[in-house]
């Protein structure tokens, strides 16, 4: 079983920046694909970004994250990042961090085991 909390939500002003944190429980991090979703009110669950477990970890985006967020882990932590930039009113929603057992690309949300709770990012002027 593993367990996911993040945090690092919050508000900021359009452009602004904010970095999501994802702590996992457990010893299988190691072994685990990271994944970044968010869901705005009235709408599906959205992919953001992946990060394998294998080959280094291979990153994969949305084309509306591409340049302007970066994800990256840290395995001694067992923690997962996501660092947002030049945040948009369309970026507000809740974040959800996701785990699964399977590696690269994943993209959809039934690829995923393990859920957090969401953490709530708002960007208003």
């Known amino acids: 079983q593993v367990q996911l909390v993040e945090s690092g939500g919050g508000s900021v002003q359009p452009g602004g920046s904010l970095r999501l944190s994802c702590a996992a429980s457990g010893r299988t991090f190691r072994a685990l694909a990271m994944g970044w979703f968010r869901q705005a009110p009235g709408k599906e669950r959205e992919f953001v970004a992946t990060?394998?477990?294998?080959?280094?970890?291979?990153?994969y985006y949305a084309d509306s994250a591409k340049g302007r967020f970066t994800i990256s882990r840290d395995y001694a932590n067992n923690t997962l990042f996501l660092q947002m930039n030049g945040l948009k009113p369309e970026d507000t929603a809740v974040y959800f961090c996701?785990?699964?057992?399977?590696?690269?690309?994943?993209?959809?949300?039934?690829?995923?085991?393990?859920w957090g709770q969401g953490t709530q990012v708002t960007v208003s002027s």
């Open positions: 996701a785990a699964s057992h399977s590696d690269y690309g994943l993209n959809r949300p039934t690829e995923y085991d393990y």
């Open positions: 990060i394998s477990w294998s080959g280094g970890g291979r990153m």
